[in-house]
């Protein structure tokens, strides 16, 4: 028996040709292996959106770059959170990957189109919680990159993109799993997923718990985590149904919640690659508490129209300490020629609540046997506040880098909460926005987007501190009308081009330094693309060109030292993306980027035009690729290799830029059964590399010349692995 098997190499400006091979078979059964692994391959690749995201289309007939990441390709590649799992999406740079910065940062440090922070959804709900996000792997079921200003989710946010993180909900069939993993740096994570089969009538369940003691590279810094997420959903008929979820993370940084460099140009990378001089012994535990409540109500009319209405609420209190470089700074230590640094204490406390809740209706009728009309129309209010104190301390310390003279006395790191000390910020947020959107489809080849969206949004802020003793209190009030219009054409069954334009507003609070109140970011966002899918839906692979145009951006008056608003920004890029199968055994995602960020408009510092975004990597190659053997004495064994590499990062001094990187990892897995061991490798080659920063002009004491460099930055990990044993029941 004779089957013919298509291979495709993918050129980067979207050509595809195509090559065929022969193999023979020589038995019935392994034709029903191949059926089953071919069906089981087609789980990596995903065809639609989240449903929490408003629209079930096909992301081949969606004008604009969507890539869904599904929990069973963060299972094969042993990921452990949502940054894991972005390495398999175009456009999208982690600067923090290693934890440096923040170890709560979660998705606030994540680059999408060269523009951060992205915003963040949960299940089509805002989650961002005032920069922070801890998306662990135990929660996630699919991940949604869409890219642009995504104005069918919200129309609210920086205008690169958009990360939604569909939770797990009950699932078709019985779920039972465990595993256990131990690695470098005193890793070690535990984690169970349990559900019941979804029921046509009646209660189903899934829970999910974790618990995680993350080690790091830098001394004095450690993070420990738990995780608990139950779900039930109560189907009061195949058509209707109630769910309710809850998802909570403890997190605690124990001596150092970040461990960023910072250093003059002749000292980079030169210190210990394991030295942290934000950290210490004695510095009080940092703490962050998620809870998250989830309730959704969804009925069936019938197979055209449905109704959702959904609601969230995430509570995120933080208390987080750090080590600064003295009482007037809010850098990290920075040393002199022999030696010496201030260190001070720093502590930021954060209440962020937020409300949102939604309500549209979704369905679609034909007009002539040819023409189906999908109409989308609903209204969302999202609400928000937050207190934010930030408390300097009042001692200093003198360290010395070669002396490492940690254990400062705790009684001295922690101060009374002096009115003089503390930063206070009260915020409140509430918008609220009605949108409608069409889709046309004309004999399922021509698909036309075409709707628009009013938000309204009101601020409210309280500010009190060192530099406002009297306090300041003012209210801010923006509304936006954002129209989307996007078009889709199928050249094949399997091969679509599209294109869209599309609009957001990111409402600012604020004002400029003679009053003026800041107005809000707007962004506008044009695509042009390619998608097509191979070998019967295993693999997916789209090329995209943007423009995304950026007004009200802030610079930095040359003049004054002060922030002004009259810049604007223009990203321009190509992304290019493949992911799932070229065969039964072979696993692949891999994405390319090319970003050329640049500031095009400044009346205030017009040396600024045409020069390039800082920390913006202008080229990004991402690749990861499984091969599983399915026969013989090694049956059951996958290895996988995956790449990351970054090229061409600016810094605002011009002509200095920070060293490109290539990063490599592997992982080796067996199955056995219901049993699965695992091996992950990071950093094969023990490359020290720094994964972000920014390089600033040093200038001398009465600041007349310049006289060298300063430079903050994030380091990599150094070569680590993690062990990993699980098993389904």
Not at 89 to 114: C, E, H, K, M, P
Not at 328 to 356: C, H, I, V, W
Not at 415 to 441: C, H, L, M, R
Not at 492 to 510: I, R, V
Request: net charge positive; glycine share 8%; hydrophobic share 35%.
């Amino acid at each position: 028996m004779k089957k013919n098997y298509v291979l495709v190499t993918v050129a980067l400006l979207g050509s595809f040709s195509l090559v065929c091979a022969q193999e023979k078979r020589d038995s019935l059964s392994e034709k029903k292996i191949d059926e089953v692994l071919l069906t089981a391959m087609k789980q990596i690749k995903t065809d639609s959106l989240s449903g929490t995201l408003k629209r079930n289309d096909k992301l081949l007939e969606i004008p604009q770059n969507i890539v869904s990441i599904k929990s069973n390709l963060l299972n094969l590649q042993g990921a452990f959170d949502v940054q894991d799992a972005l390495r398999n999406v175009s456009g999208i740079y982690i600067g923090d990957a290693t934890g440096a910065g923040n170890v709560f940062s979660g998705t606030f440090n994540v680059q999408l189109r060269g523009f951060s922070p992205v915003s963040t959804f949960r299940n089509g709900l805002p989650s961002f919680a005032g920069g922070l996000s801890q998306e662990d792997v135990a929660l996630i079921e699919q991940v949604d990159v869409i890219k642009g200003p995504a104005g069918f989710i919200n129309s609210m946010g920086t205008g690169g993109g958009s990360l939604n993180i569909n939770t797990k909900a009950p699932h078709a069939n019985r779920i039972g799993e465990a595993n256990v993993t131990a690695g470098s740096f005193g890793f070690y994570r535990a984690a169970v997923d349990l559900g019941s089969k979804l029921k046509e009538k009646g209660f189903s369940f899934r829970f999910n718990a974790a618990y995680e003691s993350q080690g790091y590279y830098a001394d004095y810094a450690k993070r420990r985590k738990w995780v608990v997420a139950p779900v039930v959903q109560y189907n009061f008929s195949k058509n209707t149904f109630l769910l309710a979820e809850w998802n909570m993370m403890i997190g605690r940084a124990l001596q150092s919640s970040n461990f960023i460099q910072y250093e003059k140009e002749t000292m980079v990378q030169k210190h210990p690659w394991k030295a942290n001089y934000q950290g210490d012994p004695n510095l009080p535990t940092s703490k962050l508490d998620e809870h998250y409540g989830r309730l959704v109500f969804q009925h069936q009319f019938n197979d055209q129209w449905k109704i959702v209405s959904q609601s969230s609420v995430k509570s995120t209190p933080l208390d987080q300490w750090s080590i600064l470089g003295g009482i007037n700074s809010y850098t990290p230590p920075m040393f002199d020629d022999e030696g010496n640094a201030l260190r001070s204490s720093f502590r930021n406390k954060q209440k962020y609540l937020t409300y949102n809740t939604q309500l549209f209706v979704s369905g679609s009728y034909n007009i002539t046997p040819n023409i189906v009309h999908t109409v989308l129309s609903g209204i969302d209010f999202n609400s928000s506040k937050s207190n934010t104190d930030h408390i300097q301390g009042v001692n200093e310390f003198v360290f010395n880098r070669y002396q490492q003279n940690y254990g400062i006395d705790r009684n001295l790191l922690i101060q009374p909460e002096a009115d003089d000390q503390i930063d206070y910020t009260i915020s409140t947020d509430k918008t609220a926005g009605a949108y409608v959107y069409n889709n046309f489809k004309f004999w399922n080849r021509l698909f036309v987007d075409a709707g628009f969206r009013y938000s309204k949004n009101r601020r409210e802020r309280y500010i009190k501190g060192p530099y406002t003793p009297d306090g300041e209190d003012k209210t801010y009030r923006h509304h936006a009308f954002n129209p989307r219009v996007g078009v889709t054409y199928l050249i094949q069954k399997n091969f679509a081009a599209f294109f869209s334009y599309d609009q957001s507003f990111d409402p600012m609070a604020g004002a400029d330094p003679q009053g003026k109140e800041w107005k809000p970011l707007e962004s506008y966002n044009t695509e042009i693309g390619l998608k097509k899918d191979w070998f019967d839906g295993l693999l997916s692979t789209s090329v995209s060109a943007y423009r995304i145009i950026r007004n009200n951006s802030f610079s930095q008056d040359p003049a004054t030292g002060l922030l002004t608003q009259l810049n604007q920004v223009r990203n321009k890029g190509i992304e290019i993306d493949v992911i799932g199968s070229i065969y039964p055994n072979i696993t692949l995602t891999a994405n390319y980027s090319y970003i050329n960020s640049v500031y095009s408009k400044d009346p205030y510092a017009s040396e600024l035009v045409g020069k390039r975004f800082s920390s913006v990597p202008r080229h990004q190659l991402n690749t990861w690729v499984m091969y599983k053997f399915q026969k013989g004495k090694l049956h059951g064994l996958s290895l996988a290799l995956g790449e990351t590499a970054a090229f061409v990062r600016e810094t605002d001094v011009p002509g200095v830029r920070i060293p490109d990187f290539v990063k490599l990892d592997a992982s080796i897995m067996y199955q056995y059964k219901k049993w699965f061991f695992r091996g992950i490798f990071d950093n094969l080659l023990n490359k020290r590399y720094i994964t972000d920063g920014n390089v600033t002009a040093r200038y001398n004491a009465d600041w007349t010349a310049v006289v060298g460099e300063n430079w903050m930055y994030k380091e990599s990990n150094p070569f680590n692995f993690k062990l990993q044993i699980g098993v389904k029941f």
